[in-house]
Structures are given as C-alpha cells and as structure tokens.
C-alpha cells in the first residue's frame, strides 16, 4: 500500500533524512520512532507530499507520488503534530473545510461528517466552537478532519501530545477501529507504551537514519539480555567481574546490595545464577524478574544522552 525508497532530504550542510526505507501494507500498523531531531516529522512530510526529497521515491499503491499536487494524495489523510482547527468555529463546520477542500458534494459531506464524528465520539458537540473543547477533544477532532475524504493511508505525527488517559485510550480505540477496516496507519511517537499496543511493526530512526526495522519480537531479540533478574542480596554481593565472566550472564552491575543480572533465558538461567550465589556465600533474600520493554530497545539503540 505504502512503500518509502531510500529518502534523501538536507538543508544545506544538515542532513535530516538520510536514506530512509520502510513499506506498510493495508491494515497494518507502522510505527516510527526516534530521539527529538531525527528526522521523524521530515520523514512523514516528505510521504505526505509536503516536501520534496533529493533522492528517493514515495510509492502509493506502486504509483510513485509526484509532488504536492499529485490527485494520488488523495489516498492520504494527515493528522498533524501542531492542531489544524478553528477554534471560533463549530466542529461541524471545521469538518465541513476540510471536507470542501477535498471536493465533497453536499450529501457525500453530510454523510462523511456524521460517521468521522460518530467515530470520534463528538456527534453530540458538533455544533459546539472548538474553542470550548477540551484538549483531548480537539486531538480527537483532529484525526476526524484527516478522514472526512475517506483515505486508505493515514499518517500520525504524535497525535496524543498533551491528552487525558481517557481521551488517548478514546483515540487508541479508534486507530484500531480503521484498522480493522484495512487502513494502513504509519504513527509517530514518543511514548514507547503507545508503539508497543498499536504497532505490526517499529521502525527507529537515528541522526535521519534507520537503525531498526521489525517487529517487537523482532526489537527484543536485538538485545543481548531480554529479561533483568533482580536480586536483593544479604553481604555485600561477589566480585563484580568474576560474576561476569559466568556463562549464563549477559550483563551484570552491582550497586550496594542491589544486583541486577541480564539474562536470555528466565527459567533456565536464573537457578544457575542463584544457585551460584548461594554455593559462593552470597545468600539473598528477594528475588524480582523484569522483561526488557521497547524503551529498554531504543535507548541501547539510540543511547541515553539529552536531544534539545
């Protein structure tokens, strides 16, 4: 459905696209993510036709998009970071540019408008000025606007920036309703917990580069230590560097009677490791596991140093 080849885009000496590649298919969920500044919104601006690349192509249904004004964008809809709205008009009438702008006849518009709205769960405000909205209203009434022309592609730039749990669970709930219609949705994100429910597949990019392309399995496998074994020790814990050296120990870091162990496989190499403990005279009196997450992934990806 959407396939982007080998994106290319600078501003002068800065590079902030720098060969990106990703395909998404219909009714599939791609996530990308990546630290402040790594070329994320250039990325999606440059799939939704606002930009020009130097080099690289963005194909919609194997047609190659042409530009701004190419009619195949109508297969997008785009929900922006910063609110496209109105606030001192109606959500109806909002919904009614947008619709216009697209080309709607009246009841083609009255018909899209009664079902982004239903959807969004707005119908009951829709004669009420934006301005009266809540926050998480106006987000929900955004992704509203990108679909009043009824688009198979639907790009995301950080669409729960700032919202309620509710209203963000509101707008998970919706994002996996066009799902299951067979939209294909590509989603910008800084919250790892947001990529981890919705997303098929994550694509991290760095310094305008991809440096991950998979599934969340697939993410998991990329560490050395998928699950952390936490052990809360009685002395003062074993010598660091020989307790590294055990086979079954990928990671290991000691802070006062704290130990925390990277390990690949849970059932078979945490017994090895307490029992080691214990036969070398270091007794323990709690013991926590803890899975590595996406975040544990995009930091020992993108390392942990500050992007203002």
Same mark, same amino acid.
Do not use: C, W
């Given at each position: 459905m959407l396939?982007?080849?080998?994106?290319?885009?600078?501003?002068?000496?800065? %590079?902030?696209?720098?060969? /990106?590649? =990703?395909? !998404?298919? !219909?009714?599939?969920?791609?996530?990308?993510?990546?630290?402040?500044g790594a070329g994320k919104t250039t990325t999606v601006?440059?799939?939704?036709?606002?930009?020009?690349?130097?080099?690289?192509? %963005?194909?919609?249904e194997g047609r190659t998009l042409a530009g701004d004004t190419d009619p195949i964008k109508r297969?997008?809809?785009? /929900?922006?970071?910063?609110?496209?709205?109105?606030?001192?008009?109606p959500a109806r009438d909002n919904l009614a540019l947008f619709g216009a702008l697209y080309g709607l006849d009246r009841s083609t518009l009255k018909r899209a408008m009664a079902e %982004?709205?239903?959807?969004?769960? =707005?119908?009951?405000?829709? *004669?009420?000025?934006?301005?009266?909205?809540?926050?998480?209203? *106006?987000?929900?009434?955004?992704?509203? !606007?990108?679909?009043?022309?009824?688009?198979?592609?639907?790009?995301?730039?950080?669409?729960? /920036?700032?919202v309620d749990p509710q209203s963000r669970n509101a707008i998970f709930d919706n994002l996996e309703t066009l799902k299951s219609r067979g939209k294909t949705l590509i989603y910008t994100t800084h919250y790892m917990e947001e990529a981890e429910r919705l997303c098929d597949r994550i694509v991290i990019i760095d310094h305008g580069k991809v440096i991950a392309n998979d599934t969340l399995q697939g993410l998991y496998?990329?560490?050395?230590?998928?699950?952390?074994? %936490?052990?809360?020790?009685?002395?003062?814990?074993?010598?660091?560097?020989?307790?590294?050296?055990? !086979?079954?120990?990928?990671?290991?870091?000691?802070?006062?009677?704290?130990?925390? /162990?990277?390990?690949?496989?849970?059932?078979?190499?945490?017994?090895?490791i307490l029992q080691w403990l214990v036969d070398h005279g270091h007794p323990y009196r709690h013991v926590v596991s803890e899975r590595a997450d996406l975040e544990t992934v995009f930091l020992s990806l993108t390392g942990r140093s500050l992007r203002d």
């Open positions: 396939e982007a080849r080998n994106l290319h885009k600078t501003y002068r000496d800065l %590079v902030a696209v720098d060969g /990106v590649s =990703l395909v !998404a298919g !219909a009714g599939e969920t791609v996530g990308l993510l990546g630290p402040n601006s440059i799939i939704a036709g606002l930009i020009r690349p130097n080099r690289g192509e %963005v194909l919609i297969r997008i809809g785009l /929900v922006p970071q910063d609110l496209a709205l109105y606030d001192e008009l %982004v709205l239903e959807l969004v769960g =707005l119908a009951d405000r829709a *004669k009420d000025k934006v301005g009266t909205f809540s926050g998480g209203m *106006k987000r929900r009434l955004n992704l509203a !606007a990108a679909l009043m022309h009824d688009p198979q592609i639907l790009l995301l730039d950080e669409p729960t /920036v700032g496998r990329m560490l050395p230590a998928s699950n952390v074994l %936490v052990v809360e020790l009685e002395d003062g814990g074993p010598p660091i560097e020989q307790f590294r050296s055990l !086979a079954v120990v990928e990671s290991a870091e000691l802070k006062g009677s704290q130990l925390r /162990v990277g390990i690949r496989r849970l059932t078979a190499d945490a017994p090895a």
